[in-house]
Every structure is written in C-alpha cells, then in structure tokens.
C-alpha cells in the first residue's frame, strides 16, 4: 500500500539550513505537500509540489523532488527558533474511484538550537 | 479570512458515551476532510465530504460516521466510545473536490479524551 517515511528528529543550530528529507511508495503521486505542527495546534500547509515539477521555491523554503527515486526533501534556510516544529510530509494518492486522499508521513521533530 | 474552525477544542468523555465534533470550513471551500491524528498511529484519514455526500472514507469502523451540511459546515459522530479513540480529531477544507489538485487547510482540531 502507501507510504511515506521520514526520519523522526532533526537538530540544527540557528542560523543553519535545514533539509528534512522524505520517500514516498505512489507512482500515480500528483502533489506532495510539506504541513508544519507546533504543540497544541493543527497542521499549517506550508507549500506544496506538482510532480512533474524538480524544484520549487518561496522564501525560505525550498522543495526538491526527485521523481525517479521517489524523493522529496524541504530545506528551510536561515533556520530560526520559531521553526521548532514537526513537519510533516504528504502524499496525494488514488484511493478510489475517483476520490484521493492524502497519506502522511510519521513527521520529522526539528529542534532549532540557539 | 477565517481559517477553518473546529469546535470544542477539548473534549473528555466516558468509554460507551458517543460524541459530535463540528468544523466550519473557509468560506467558499466545499470539500471537508476528517483525520485523526495519535500519537501510535499518527494521521489517519477518516472521510471527505463534497457537496452534502460522502466521497472517501478510510479503514475505521462504523462506530465513526459523519455528515456535511448545506452550507458545508461537518460533523462527525463517534458513537460506543473506546480508550483508543483518544486523539486529536482534525478537519481540513479544500476548494475543490479532489485534495490533489486543491490542497487541505487544516483546523486546530478537537483533542477528544475518553476515560
């Protein structure tokens, strides 16, 4: 079935890039999506990826997939306290019909150090 | 404008009790999708609804259903609660049908606690 794997902890200094990295099993994947976790609250889509795209780019973060290997990673460079977070990778698949729905990471906890 | 809003935010039941969560979505999107998220299975999906109809709906069992109004507003139902429903219920809203071609925004979700 699907899945999506990523490591479970990242520490970085501030200041640092930081790439948080994710594999992916649905070849029929359209879009991958990064969403962001902080304590207490709920999911913040922070972007997303089409999967005939290589790379996209906004501000800080930076989204490269590699197709053929089923590989997507997030670099969030300049890394500050505030992106102390989990961060969460996703996958649109085909689920039925002509209904998708999206298949999750376990997460990656980034520690951001002073 | 209003992101998407889940009511309560806590919530401690009994096991056998049953229980509503609601969720508002972003004016203008159609599309409502409900995940549970625990710390043993992380995110799993629960249903979509687009339109007032069920589109998807992931492996739980019937103890969970759910159902979207006119005005795409959702609920969903836990009936026959059991320890292992204790989670954070999240609800996300799209514009389209489809997530893949609209993606999901995320409420703050219900941490729903069954003792």
């Known amino acids: 079935g699907e899945d999506v794997e990523q490591s479970l902890f990242l520490s970085v200094r501030e200041g640092d890039s930081s790439v948080i990295n994710c594999t992916y099993t649905?070849?029929?994947?359209?879009?991958l999506y990064w969403y962001k976790q902080e304590p207490g609250a709920g999911l913040q889509l922070l972007t997303y990826?089409?999967?005939?795209?290589d790379m996209k780019q906004d501000q800080r973060l930076t989204v490269l997939l590699n197709k053929k290997d089923k590989h997507l990673s997030l670099r969030i460079a300049d890394t500050q306290t505030g992106d102390s977070a989990i961060y969460f990778c996703?996958?649109?698949?085909?689920?039925?019909?002509?209904?998708?729905?999206?298949?999750f990471g376990s997460g990656t906890q980034l520690t951001v150090l002073p | 404008k209003a992101g998407v809003t889940q009511t309560p935010r806590y919530l401690i039941k009994t096991r056998g009790q049953q229980v509503t969560l609601s969720c508002s979505p972003i004016?203008?999107?159609?599309?409502v999708s409900w995940y549970q998220q625990t710390p043993g299975q992380g995110l799993q999906f629960l249903f979509e609804?687009?339109?007032?109809?069920?589109?998807n709906k992931g492996n739980f069992p019937g103890r969970f259903s759910g159902r979207q109004f006119s005005n795409s507003r959702s609920e969903m139902n836990v009936s026959t609660l059991e320890l292992g429903d204790s989670a954070l219920y999240l609800c996300a809203s799209s514009l389209a049908e489809h997530s893949y071609n609209s993606p999901l925004h995320f409420g703050n979700g219900t941490r729903l606690t069954v003792t």
């Open positions: 996703a996958e649109s698949f085909l689920s039925s019909g002509s209904a998708r729905q999206l298949t």
């Open positions: 649905d070849s029929s994947s359209t879009y």
């Open positions: 609804y687009f339109s007032e109809t069920q589109r």
């Open positions: 990826i089409f999967s005939n795209m």
């Open positions: 004016s203008g999107h159609r599309s």
